[in-house]
Structures are given as structure tokens and as C-alpha cells.
């Protein structure tokens, strides 16, 4: 069973740039979390989704950070117009929906704006 | 959210008990106590969870004292593939179904 998986593994955009992550959660898992981690900084939650709705974004930045997670295909976290200060890990967990197993991590997507 | 407070980093030596301490004063009643590592580049990872007394499994072993304000832990016999970094985690049981509150976590690191 393929573990989470989050691609692309490393991503450079310039300022302004628009900035595309993508995760594809565990099989048969409908839940989807993305975490977002400065250097030498825990990871900080981010928001919460299950199939095409958004559960929690308490932890979204109100502006040009969006995302989504359709019936079909992986889960996506838009940043629009990149600045120097969104360079971090991104990181996804997936959950199943039925079983009270914790959240599973993918390996992160490292994103430099340079 | 109860606020966890751990050491920042520390050291050991290979085949040395690491025992990390974590503080959580103002622990709810429903709260458990979770533990997660972090290898460097990947996502964490679940390590342990409890509620009170002693929890073990193949990785490592959770002491919870009696009123829940700390806890330990441990992890027998470290080798240089534990150096990670390790969060105290503190919250409702079901780590699957809400937000993770992630500290900054210790920072250990193993020495051959």
C-alpha cells in the first residue's frame, strides 16, 4: 500500500509566480490535512479537507492561498502570486474515514521563491 | 490547546535510553499525549500515545506520571538512524479526525 505521496518534491518560483502542490492521500483514505513548516519551526496547520469540501482553513492565509480536493485526482494547494516569505515545507497527512488511525504524512514539498 | 514545552535539542550516544521530557501543565481531562519523529526531509511520523501510567510498543515506551503535567519518552538503545527530531503532541484521542499542533519539538541527536 503506497504511502502518501506529494509532488512535486521541490519547487522554485520567481515572486509573482503562481505555485501548484499536489497530494495524493493513502488508498481508501478521504481525509486530507496540509501542514506548512519554516526552518527549525514546527509544522503549522494549514486546512483541512475531505472529498470536495473544505472541513477547516482556520489555519489558511486569507488571501491567494487556496485549496481543494476533488472527487477525482489528488488533492491541490494553490498559492497565487508568491512571495519570498511562502518558502517552506508543505507538507500533506491523509486519514481513513472509518478508523481512528492518526494522520500519515507525505514528504513534503520544499518551495523556494526566490 | 494545552501548550507543550520540551528541550530544544539533545545529544547522545549510540546504544544509550534517551529519555525526552515533555511538560504540559494544563492538560484537559479528555487530552491524550502523543509523540511524533520527524526524520530530516520526510513527514512525521506517529511514534506512541497515551493516557496515563505506561505505554510501550516496539519503538519506544511513554511514562505519564499520576497527575499528567509531564511526560517521558523513551527510547531504548538509540542508534545514529534516531537522530529526529521528536514532538509532544497533546489533544483528543483521535489524531486522525483534527488539526495537529506541532511544537518545535527536540532535536536529538545520536553520536556513534
Known amino acids: 500500500n503506497a504511502g502518501v505521496m506529494q509532488n512535486p518534491r521541490h519547487l522554485v518560483r520567481r515572486r509573482g509566480q503562481e505555485a501548484r502542490l499536489r497530494c495524493s492521500p493513502m488508498k481508501g483514505h478521504s481525509h486530507v490535512y496540509w501542514y506548512r513548516q519554516l526552518p527549525e519551526e514546527g509544522l503549522k496547520f494549514m486546512v483541512y479537507l475531505q472529498k470536495e469540501n473544505i472541513i477547516d482553513e482556520s489555519g489558511m492565509p486569507k488571501e491567494r492561498f487556496s485549496a481543494e480536493f476533488p472527487k477525482e485526482g489528488p488533492s491541490i494547494l494553490r498559492i497565487q502570486q508568491v512571495v519570498r516569505g511562502d518558502s517552506a515545507a508543505y507538507f500533506c497527512a491523509s486519514s481513513p474515514r472509518l478508523s481512528q488511525e492518526t494522520q500519515y504524512f507525505g514528504p513534503g514539498t520544499r518551495l523556494l521563491v526566490l | 490547546l494545552a501548550k507543550t514545552t520540551q528541550p530544544i535539542s539533545m545529544d547522545s550516544y549510540e546504544g544509550q535510553e534517551v529519555n525526552i521530557t515533555c511538560s504540559h501543565n494544563n492538560i484537559a481531562t479528555n487530552d491524550y499525549i502523543t509523540w511524533y519523529q520527524q526524520f530530516p526531509s520526510q513527514g512525521p511520523r506517529f511514534i506512541i500515545q497515551?493516557?496515563?501510567t505506561k505505554v510501550t510498543n516496539e519503538v519506544a515506551s511513554l511514562f505519564i506520571p499520576a497527575d499528567r503535567k509531564s511526560s517521558t519518552l523513551s527510547l531504548p538503545r538509540v542508534s545514529l538512524s534516531d537522530t529526529a527530531v521528536y514532538y509532544c503532541?497533546?489533544?483528543?484521542?483521535?489524531?486522525?479526525?483534527?488539526?495537529?499542533?506541532f511544537g518545535s519539538g527536540t532535536r536529538l541527536q545520536v553520536q556513534p
Open positions: 497515551g493516557y496515563k
Open positions: 503532541l497533546v489533544g483528543e484521542r483521535d489524531t486522525g479526525r483534527r488539526a495537529l499542533t
